[in-house]
């Protein structure tokens, strides 16, 4: 357990990011029926038995209820190698949300995406089911760049493997310290022509939208894409990579900060991209210091914790709680890149998170009406989501014990980061 007190001194900033559409519902706009019609009663029957099937099923099952023109056509699915038992978690999530979003929507589907798998659901009053549909399609993305992110090379050769297993996941490790890990998945009833065509024109949007974007979803009826700086929804395993070392320039020590390939900057590369740590750059300020915003000269924006001299804390007991925040990975997290020591200066390295603290929306009387009661929850379903990850859901149990509107910092109204 890390936490904070008189004797020990842990002033990390973990940022919990809430990407508030990620996991959103799409209900088609093609027909709607009543409750209570028969068509309805199908409807429910089908979804609610869906987690049950699926998981007993080896992650997929299609099938329907009822007789036309009442019939009701199903389909539920999991990534290849997920738990039975997180699949038929995530299917009934998502088939609760369907029937709780797309009441009265004849047809819906949602790729719904977590830390620990993703699943399908998808419902119609038509069949489907081997039929490749492209539209309606979906995207959201980061709204944080790396200039130099590009993954058509990564996803171009990805697709190869998922169009003839319906499935791949795959990471790549970057020239800015950074890692960024992909998964596309196709509904498995299609072939795998239709699934080729399905993901090219996945990443067609990708590159006419999102080039240089560090995280990102394009799903589509028949098949899904998503892009990020962490791994996500239990698609990477051992497969994880740790960011380069080679760029920027790092030291390099004998101890376990190099056993966990954790990153140690240069000072005098950090010095450079604050511009000397200057006033103009200072973004924030607390007990355990100051906060400066920085770049890096291939454009990636960062961070920079410059802890005070007088924290009383030792070197080594900076690096091994170094250590062990940067093996911390959640699509809620904003990741440490990596910390600096040299004489008495502790410094942590951050990627940069946008805008503002909810505590200047919050006691703001103009920018509080911003907040209105579904961002809200959006909020604090992404920050309770942050917190039982650090208190349950990691490798590490980690009780954060200074949660307050003044750590929760937004990217937008509807995208959060939490400090530790």
């Known amino acids: 357990m890390i936490a904070k007190d008189s004797s020990s001194t842990l002033w990390f900033l973990i940022y919990l990011t809430i990407l508030g559409v ?10 709607y029926f009543r409750q209570e019609s028969l068509y309805g009663i199908n409807h429910r029957l089908i979804l609610t038995s869906l987690p049950t099937t699926v998981s007993s099923q080896d992650g997929f099952y299609a099938s329907s209820v009822g007789q036309d ?29 369907l029937l709780q979003s797309c009441r009265n929507h004849t047809e819906a589907f949602w790729w719904r995406g977590d830390n620990e798998t993703l699943c399908f659901v998808r419902y119609s009053n038509r069949s489907f089911v081997g039929s490749l549909d492209l539209e309606p399609s979906f995207v959201v993305n980061n709204s944080r760049e790396s200039k130099s992110l590009n993954l058509t090379e990564l996803v171009d050769s990805m697709i190869a493997t998922a169009s003839s297993d319906s499935y791949a996941a795959d990471s790549k490790a970057l020239g800015d310290s950074q890692v960024v890990y992909a998964m596309m998945q196709c509904t498995s009833d299609i072939s795998s022509e239709d699934c080729e065509t399905c993901l090219r024109g996945s990443l067609s949007q990708y590159q006419s939208c999102c080039l240089g974007k560090q995280g990102g979803i394009v799903s589509r009826p028949s098949c899904y894409f998503r892009w990020d700086l962490y791994p996500f929804s239990g698609a990477f395993g051992r497969n994880t990579l740790f960011p380069p070392s080679s760029s920027p320039p790092v030291n390099q020590t004998d101890n376990d900060v190099t056993a966990s390939s954790s990153v140690q900057f240069d000072f005098k590369t950090i010095e450079a991209a604050t511009n000397k740590f ?13 906060v400066y915003k920085g770049m890096f000269p291939d454009g990636t924006e960062l961070a920079v914790k410059r802890l005070s001299k007088t924290s009383g804390q030792g070197d080594e007991e900076f690096k091994n709680e170094a250590v062990l925040v940067a093996k911390l990975q959640h699509r809620n997290l904003v990741r440490l ?14 990627e940069f998170v946008p805008n503002k603290s909810l505590d200047y929306f919050l006691f703001n009387p103009t920018q509080q009406r911003e907040l209105d009661w579904a961002i809200r929850f959006k909020i604090i379903g992404g920050i309770c989501r942050g917190i039982l990850y650090l208190h349950q859901d990691s490798r590490l149990t980690i009780i954060h014990r200074d949660l307050k509107a003044m750590v929760i910092c937004l990217q937008s109204t509807r995208c959060v980061d939490i400090s530790l």
């Not at 990620?22 to 209900?27: P, W």
């Not at 199903?74 to 609760?96: F, R, Y």
């Not at 200057?278 to 100051?290: A, D, H, L």
């Open 278 to 290: 200057s006033e103009s750059n200072k973004i924030g300020r607390g007990g355990f210091g100051e």
């Open 337 to 350: 890149l990596g910390f600096c020591v040299e004489g008495e200066e502790k410094l942590l390295i951050y």
């Open 22 to 31: 990620v996991c959103a519902q799409t209900c088609l706009e093609t027909g």
């Open 69 to 97: 023109p009442e019939k009701s056509y199903a389909l539920g699915m999991c990534i290849p190698g997920a738990d039975s038992n997180l699949c038929s978690v995530c299917v009934k999530a998502a088939s609760d949300g």
